[in-house]
């Protein structure tokens, strides 16, 4: 997939909660923001503010966005700093606001400090596309070349306030909830990091593959619970916006179930001890064994392809009607790699 502005904007969707539950738990660290139930009715309202944020990344965000050249195309990551330098101002921008807003009395002067060196080109782009999604920055001028975030400070931002309840609570969120290999927890509107405690894996994994078919979907879940259930240890991590579910045998991964904007939805298998089960390979599919015999590892190492293509990162399997039925091949294929 290129990663375009545009099909950043469309991954970014597929990352947000296609439902929210009525009454999950926020911890004391937001008691001060609002009480539960109007911190809750702020994360709805604040979902619906991304999803038109990412309305705008679709039709109006190359106009301010401004990337490097874009040297890795197949990695599952995205440093959107350095592709994207609009996504990541306006994602600090809003975490400042949000920190420092006028809907809550407090500050975070820690977060005032990280975010210091936007200014000029960088704040004007991003507090003009942010206008464009509704914000309203009373008292500045947002075109202005010589833009602060003090300029900022004095402005009164309007818009729904349910809206900034759920902004000021997932800015702080994303300052201070400390989970291993969660990020973005704003730009994600993660409800489920408000807990302030380990996601439930279940939960994150259902709602990652719920744009994808039922059937599909089913098949990645049977694999899920049958290798929870054969003790494989399963770590997951939303860094870089590549969010990926890794299972692991005796400390070796052995596979992950990944999405991410170059190679959307797929399964990725690290077998390295294929030849010693040659026979059982001939029994699958011949699109699997194909890719089997394609070899493992570095397209580029291997002489398959002229750049990076992300094999190594295992045999990769995209998540899509070409998937349906092949949970019971690939219980086989790990069950004979860890023999």
């Known amino acids: 997939m290129l990663r375009t502005i545009q099909a950043m904007a469309e991954h970014m969707e597929r990352l947000l909660p296609p439902s929210v539950p009525t009454n999950y738990e926020i911890a004391p660290l937001f008691d001060d923001i609002a009480d539960h139930d109007d911190i809750r009715k702020g994360v709805a309202a604040f979902i619906v503010f991304i999803h038109q944020l990412c309305n705008c990344l679709a039709t109006d965000g190359e106009k301010f966005n401004k990337p490097q050249k874009d040297t890795h195309e197949y990695t599952d990551m995205v440093n959107i700093k350095k592709i994207f330098p609009l996504i990541a101002n306006v994602r600090d921008t809003l975490i400042f606001i949000g920190n420092d807003g006028y809907v809550s009395d407090s500050?975070?002067?820690?977060?005032?400090?990280?975010?210091?060196?936007?200014?000029?080109?960088s704040l004007r782009n991003a507090l003009m596309f942010l206008s464009n999604c509704g914000l309203r920055f009373n008292n500045t001028d947002i075109t202005t070349k010589s833009i602060t975030l003090y300029d900022i400070n004095l402005s009164e931002i309007s818009y729904h306030n349910e809206m900034l309840i759920?902004?000021?609570?997932?800015?702080?969120?994303?300052?201070?909830?400390?989970?291993?290999?969660?990020?973005?927890?704003?730009l994600r509107c993660d409800?489920?990091?408000?807990?302030?405690?380990?996601?439930?894996?279940?939960?994150?994994?259902m709602e990652i593959l719920a744009p994808l078919p039922i059937a599909v979907s089913d098949e990645?879940?049977?694999l899920h619970n049958y290798f929870m259930q054969q003790k494989f240890k399963c770590s997951y991590s939303t860094t870089n916006f590549y969010v990926r579910f890794i299972y692991t045998h005796h400390n070796r991964e052995i596979w992950r179930f990944n999405i991410s904007l170059a190679n959307g939805y797929d399964m990725g298998i690290k077998a390295t001890n294929t030849k010693k089960y040659a026979d059982i390979i001939k029994t699958f599919p011949q699109f699997v064994q194909d890719k089997i015999n394609q070899g493992y590892g570095c397209g580029k190492k291997l002489g398959t392809n002229a750049a990076c293509d992300g094999k190594c990162r295992g045999f990769r399997l995209t998540l899509d009607e070409s998937f349906i039925g092949l949970s019971d091949v690939i219980k086989v294929w790990i069950g004979e790699e860890i023999k």
């Not at 500050?107 to 080109?121: D, E, H, M, P, V």
């Not at 996601?199 to 994994?205: E, F, M």
């Open 191 to 205: 409800y489920k990091a408000l807990a302030n405690k380990p996601i439930d894996l279940s939960v994150a994994l």
């Open 107 to 121: 500050y975070n002067c820690s977060n005032a400090q990280f975010l210091s060196k936007l200014k000029g080109n």
């Open 166 to 186: 759920g902004l000021k609570t997932f800015a702080r969120a994303q300052t201070e909830v400390h989970i291993p290999g969660q990020e973005n927890i704003l």
């Open 220 to 222: 990645v879940l049977h």
